[in-house]
T-cell receptor
Framework: DVKVTQSSRYLVKRTGEKVFLECVQD?????MFWYRQDPGLGLRLIYF???????EKGDIPEGYSVSREKKERFSLILESASTNQTSMYLC?????????????FGPGTRLTVL | GENVEQHPSTLSVQEGDSAVIKCTYS??????FPWYKQELGKRPQLIID?????GEKKDQRIAVTLNKTAKHFSLHITETQPEDSAVYFC???????????FGTGTRLQVFP
């Protein structure tokens, strides 16, 4: 059974703070993704990674960076958090590198930036 | 790039009725269309998908149809049950990319 975990379910940070969101998958998956989910906007891709130390921009990368030092771990970094980054953040992974592979999601981190 | 529109944003049905959610996409070269279900407080999970070489696919009470000419695809749920209540997301995979573009979601409520 695929397990994708995220470091926190809820997080409250202040404007300007550096924020780290971590995602870990235990099934040796190749691709990992970070999305944000906002009401009425669906799931929007921030960044994804198809290999260790590799990253690709998604549709809304501004204000975010990522790190993938180990295959099982993909971190999302908010260098200087702003209130418009208050959102639900979802991590996902896929077994292979094909876009048709099933995405397995983590439980999400609800981030509030005050 | 690809753009996916999803309608309606909310849908309420009586238990036992059918529900239909529609999505349109912009990239005629898109070739893969999955549907994800997200129950309240839970993570999205794949429920069904269809590829561009197929017009319809069924799995028990759910089915997906694809009209490549019109560039739209739909999710059909028959004999709805309260446990079908969730947010449903459609998505499309553009040709030559590894990225899914998701629709904005439909909140389905099934009343007993």
């Amino acid at each position: 059974d695929v397990k994708v975990t995220q470091s926190s379910r809820y997080l409250v940070k202040r404007t300007g703070e550096k924020v780290f969101l971590e995602c870990v998958q235990d099934m040796d998956h190749e691709n990992m993704f970070w999305y944000r989910q906002d009401p009425g906007l669906g799931l929007r891709l921030i960044y994804f990674s198809y290999d260790v130390k590799m990253k690709e921009k998604g549709d809304i990368p501004e204000g975010y960076s990522v790190s993938r030092e180990k295959k099982e771990r993909f971190s999302l970094i908010l260098e200087s958090a702003s209130t418009n980054q208050t959102s639900m953040y979802l991590c996902a992974s896929t077994l292979g590198r094909e876009g048709t592979d099933t995405q397995y999601f983590g439980p999400g981190t609800r981030l509030t930036v005050l | 790039g690809e753009n996916v529109e999803q309608h309606p944003s909310t849908l309420s049905v009586q238990e036992g009725d059918s529900a239909v959610i529609k999505c349109t996409y912009s990239d005629s070269a898109s070739n893969y269309f999955p549907w994800y279900k997200q129950e309240l407080g839970k993570r999205p999970q794949l429920i069904i998908d269809i590829r561009s070489n197929v017009g319809e696919k069924k799995d028990q009470r759910i089915a997906v149809t694809l009209n490549k000419t019109a560039k739209h695809f739909s999710l059909h749920i028959t004999e709805t049950q309260p446990e079908d209540s969730a947010v449903y997301f459609c998505a499309a995979l553009g040709w030559g990319t590894d990225k899914l573009i998701f629709g904005t979601g439909t909140r389905l409520q099934v009343f007993p």
